[in-house]
């Protein structure tokens, strides 16, 4: 076959280019085991192909200018040569016009390598365009402005391909004058900068500005300004005061970029507004504006407060919309804190905040407030925590129609907050570290917050790891002398306070450390962002989520499986775990299920544990074409058929018939279980299928998330449940003997509590 082939190629050879003489001389084995052949022939050309491939020959030139009557294809020269186009000359004037039905001319460019068919860009030449000598030209454009091209011509003909030899050129650079201005109208936020840009090549398309930053040399990475025309000024804003920036002309040119020089300017230091003195009784503070020029399109004055060193606009803060002719503006404080306030004022230009020197003033404790005091002693001075009770309307949430948190419940609330979360960390980690880490606010909420937009209820809110805000404080059990806490009370202070603020607080600590990306790697083609709300707590389970928000995003699933680790009680654990397990698990899982069981402090041999005593059914599902119930597939506990088969239209659809709602859902007993570990787990299958996530995901994720709790933090996750827990059995003694209730109108006899 091979020799066949070299036979068929040294013929088509002599016959295109017409020689009498051919010799063929093996150079031996490349590197990828391909054969490489080179013809020697008349007039000192060479060919060289590869013996395997068959397809092309690259020959040798040894004239220059136009080609020999030996030459199929040569290369001229590159002319005409401008930043944008260049004109390319070739030779072809040994084809004979016997065979020249399938010939086809032209030229291959690149910018990099050497051009070939598989390499570059391909110029087809017509035929008839080619002159009597030989000669054909041709013109490319939309080239890269000062650049090398590498070129060749080519001739192909019956499958073969005649390269002349490569050669190149560099296209002209473009020809830009530049200007640059100094920088005028500098102010602490703004300053005005001027160019030119002078383009004096042709082009295609052309854009100039102002490229500025902080960069010693800005580009158009940073900071730019656009230019109408290319002699401009331009208004650079939002800059920040005391800074030194650097700035230069740019133009664009079809793609290229180039800079003129760069100058440079400093801003003046920060100096808009003066925060002036408070008065103490009336809480007013008057500033004054220092402002004077510069440019800008919106501006909000105010001043910001709280017990931080240096307040923000992201803590409390109060706005103005008058200013006087001496360009003073005053404002009131509305309910600040106790203790030491500080406060400044501001100006927001153009959204960017610029503040006054901070001031600062004391609030005293009213003595006919013992709550107040007592939270100034056991969080303000500790935890450098504010606990807000009252309901303010420049810090609240004013989409939502909300209730103020009762003076009473807000004082039971905190009792638990400190007994059941600060002396938790405090014990084992010590009080910086809440001091440090923990959240500064704690708003307290009487009412619900409702999202009428999803239809779900918002129990907490976290803002920039600095407030937690908690709904539903009303709803609280109230204290009275002898009020006894059941386990549901306790799992409704879990379900509407605690889960919530150890799940914001573990948003402050894995924003502080990252956790591990293969924590979202576990179940990452199943988070919905969108319609997370619309999953059931089975097909959560079953598919490796702790609870059906944590299937919303990576983040929440990670805070969320740490917070249920902790907060959940044993009988949702359970639950959680048996609709995880019913599908099936991978090898090994059952193991490490009750390592997992053990870890949590669950007695997994206590006869009245609901998990030795359950029922799993199979669902079905009405099918509204055919009007009969098919199965799903699932195995489901009674809690959840219950809930299921609950008389509402949302677990309702219409019949096929379309004149009735019908139960969406019905369920058959599958099996009643005796024993979690010596029947269930006996029962569950154990297999390979890759969409069996449940247990064998939930395993992984609680692993990652308590080694990352523990190696960043040095708390372990199971340690912190086991001490909340015992609190909790501890819940009533905590009440009689540590709570005190204090009367609003006179803190020396609390009304309830240890007195």
Known sequence: MKRNSLTLLFTAAMLLIGVQTVKAQKQGSTAEGKVKVVLHMAGNQTAEYDAMQLDSITF?????GGGSSADPSVTGDAIDITNKSATLVGYATSIRESLANDLRVGFIYCLEGTPNKNNGTQVTVNKNDVAEDGRYTATISNLMSDATYYFRSYVYQSGLWFYGKVKSF??????????????????CFSAKVSGG??????????TYGICYG?????TTSDNTQTASSNNFTLQLRQLTGGTTYYYRPYVIVDGQTYYGTVHTFRTLDDNVVETGTIDEETLTVTSHLTIGGGAYSSLVLGVCYGTTETPTIYNSKVTSDEVDEDNNYTVQLVNPDYGIIYYRAYILIDGTPHYGIVKSFEVAIDQNYGFDRWLYENFVIPYNVDIRYRLDSTTSDLYYQLTPADYNCSQLLAR???????????????HDFLKMYGPRIFQFIGSSSNNPTTGTEVLGAASGGVKITLYNVNEIKPYSEGVSYSGEDIEKLNNNYFHTIHHEFYHILHQTKAYPITFGQVTSGSYDPINW???????THQHGYVTHYASSATYEDFVETLSCTITDTDHRWMNRII??????????????????IDSLGINLDNPNGHWNNFTLYNELEYDEWTGAYESTGRYVLDEHRLLANSNTHQYQVVNKEGTAYVDQYKYNKFRKFVSFRNDFLSWVKISTDDDLTGINSLLKKIDIAAKWFTENWGLYVFTLRRDVRERQDRINDFLQNEVIIFNPKDSSIPPYGNH
């Open 60 to 64: 040798i030139e040894t004239t220059s």
């Open 170 to 187: 560099v296209t002209a650079g473009v020809d830009v004058n530049f200007t640059t201005g100094e920088a005028t109208d500098i102010t």
């Open 197 to 206: 840009v002078d383009v004096q090549s042709s082009y295609s398309s052309l």
């Open 214 to 218: 902080t960069n010693i040399e800005p």
């Open 416 to 430: 638990f907050i400190k007994y059941l979360f600060y002396d938790v960390y405090t014990k084992y980690a010590g």
């Open 533 to 539: 709300q619309n999953r059931d707590s089975v097909w």
């Open 579 to 596: 609709n995880a397990a019913s599908m099936g698990v991978r090898q090994g899982d059952k193991e490490d299920l009750l390592e997992l």
